[in-house]
């Protein structure tokens, strides 16, 4: 009986030795997520928006888990979806929610529906849920100009009712404008916003200016080349590097401007100048490149995609500014996550995202050195095909002997397996290359098979023929996901541990003065 009551005794101290410090850490977590963000939301940063009208998106959890697989760390969504403002909770990724459009209305005409959606979209989630930012509508003075006049009483009525949760200075409310509001944007220095906004744009900037709030704008390089293709290059569009001679000169700064979209944003500075505003930050809402067009949109492909991503995501991370404002770099929202495959047409709306909808990219990007933004940073997740315009009669050489003497997997390549089809020397070829390629280490030389073999950085996988490179591709993300997920299980049934918890040296010390009588006894 003793024995048992001693060991009754021995648990007790036990368990409150090891459970007591779990209160302090829980307690102290939300603190330390708020401290960590504030402090890298000084930092210029990339995210990425995510639309929804996609047939068959991940769930809450899922997507939440994926975003950390792919070390994104700033969302922007297009409404306050609840399921994925829950799943947020102290994950440390930041998000902006939005109003839609179509609730302009009720918010702009009464501050109780405005103080309502930030007790039921907001004060329900923050800090657990570490929300950055509203934007209040999309476009509205371009796509719904009869509701200009309710924007800014919208915005004030949800500040108000920010100002009265304490929660003004870490949430800030603005609203995305199309570049369009903006005309001669270039040069730069002769740009101003469309007059007919006037009334509605000095009020908002100056509200801006007031309550430290970004600027939103959606840039697109994209649609500036389509609609002035002959006059602004291509390379000029891609951030390619420029010898000085395709720059592009501000006549009147005398400023060299080496790629369109730091044009762009200098645009709006001086069109916010002109209205006597000097202190508000451009935030680019949304930028990006679609991987698919139709007939009409040439440009829209997957190898113009990725440069222009690529090299967008390593200017904001380089932190160089714009030539107008060097210190001054404007973080970025690249639109989009995922392809959204409900879109209507023209081809290229379904087609601005980085991944499809389930989860697997639709090229791979090339950031190495340039933080740690996206998991599928892929410059060594590279691919070998065969070149275009080589003769079949080689190509075939190539193929035997990759396939034979070579040991390359080609079993795929067989009739009626997954990659026999287009039956071609050129595909199979190219498979064939791959898997050698792959096997090897990506080794240098072993892309060349006489020169008739190059590297890229676009899946070559189609329909259900999946490459070598993809599938390692695929099998390391899917790892990572499910040991994602297992860690998070694992993290809500531990017990904490000494390891796991910051058990304090006065906790310790009492322990073990409870602790000493047993040990002197015996």
Same mark, same amino acid.
């Given at each position: 009986m003793a024995?048992?009551?001693?060991? #009754?005794?021995?648990?007790?101290?036990?368990?409150?030795?090891? #459970?007591?410090?779990?209160?302090?850490?829980?307690? #102290?977590?939300?603190?330390e997520i708020k401290q960590q963000s504030q402090v890298q939301d000084k930092e210029p940063f990339v995210g990425v928006n995510l639309g929804t009208d996609v047939?068959?998106?991940?769930?809450? #959890?899922?997507?939440?888990?994926?975003?950390?697989?792919?070390?994104?760390?700033?969302?922007?969504?297009?409404?306050?979806?609840?399921?994925?403002?829950?799943?947020?909770?102290k994950t440390k990724i930041r998000v902006i929610i939005s109003v839609p459009n179509n609730q302009l209305l009720a918010i702009g005409s009464s501050n109780t529906t405005a103080a309502s959606w930030i007790d039921r979209y907001v004060v329900a989630y923050y800090p657990e849920t570490l929300i950055t930012g509203i934007a209040v509508g999309d476009e509205v003075l371009t796509t719904v100009p009869s509701s200009a006049p309710l924007l800014l009483p919208a915005i004030q009525s949800l500040y108000g009712a920010l100002v009265a949760a304490n929660l003004h200075t870490q949430i800030k409310v603005s609203t995305p404008h199309a570049a369009s509001i903006i005309l001669d944007t270039f040069p730069p220095s002769q740009a101003y916003f469309n007059q007919s906004l006037t009334s509605v744009m000095v009020p908002l900037l100056q509200f801006l200016s007031r309550t430290g709030s970004p600027l939103m704008m959606n840039l697109y390089p994209y649609y500036v080349f389509m609609e002035n293709k002959g006059v602004v290059p291509l390379d000029n569009s891609l951030f390619k590097p420029l010898t000085p001679s395709k720059e592009m000169v501000d006549p009147n700064t005398l400023l060299h401007y080496t790629n369109v979209l730091d044009a762009m944003i200098d645009a709006a500075y001086v069109s916010m100048k002109n209205l006597n505003v000097t202190d508000v930050v451009v935030l680019v809402t949304e930028s990006g490149w679609p991987s698919k067009g139709d007939s009409k949109e040439p440009y829209a492909t997957k190898d113009n995609a990725d440069t222009y991503n690529s090299n967008l995501i390593k200017h904001v991370l380089d932190r160089s500014g714009t030539p107008l404002h060097p210190e001054i770099t404007s973080s970025v929202y690249i639109y989009e996550l995922f392809n959204e495959d409900l879109r209507s047409p023209p081809v290229s709306e379904a087609n601005w995202g980085l991944f499809y909808s389930n989860s697997t990219p639709v090229y791979l990007l090339h950031v190495s050195g340039s933080g740690t933004f996206l998991a599928n940073d892929t410059t060594n997740q590279t691919f070998c095909i065969a070149m275009d315009g080589v003769d079949s009669k080689t190509l075939q050489t190539a193929l035997d002997w990759a396939c034979g003497p070579g040991r390359a997997n080609c079993s795929e390549i067989q009739p009626g397996e997954s990659c026999y089809q287009p039956n071609n020397v050129k595909n199979h070829a190219s498979y064939a290359f791959d898997?050698?390629?792959?096997?090897?280490?990506?080794?240098?030389?072993?892309?060349?098979?006489?020169?008739?073999a190059m590297i890229t950085t676009t899946d070559p996988s189609h329909g259900s023929c999946v490459f070598p490179g993809s599938k390692m591709v695929s099998n390391k993300t899917r790892t990572v996901l499910n040991s994602t997920e297992v860690s998070g299980a694992a993290e809500r049934l531990k017990f904490n541990t000494f390891h796991g918890s910051q058990i304090s040296a006065t906790t310790v010390a009492f322990c073990i003065l409870l602790l000493i009588p047993f040990v002197t006894t015996r």
């Open positions: 024995n048992s009551k001693l060991t #009754t005794y021995l648990i007790l101290i036990i368990c409150f030795c090891f #459970t007591v410090p779990s209160t302090a850490k829980t307690s #102290t977590l939300v603190q047939s068959d998106l991940l769930s809450a #959890t899922d997507l939440v888990s994926f975003l950390q697989v792919q070390k994104i760390s700033h969302i922007r969504l297009y409404d306050a979806n609840q399921d994925i403002l829950k799943a947020l909770a898997s050698y390629y792959q096997m090897e280490g990506k080794a240098s030389g072993s892309c060349d098979f006489k020169g008739v």
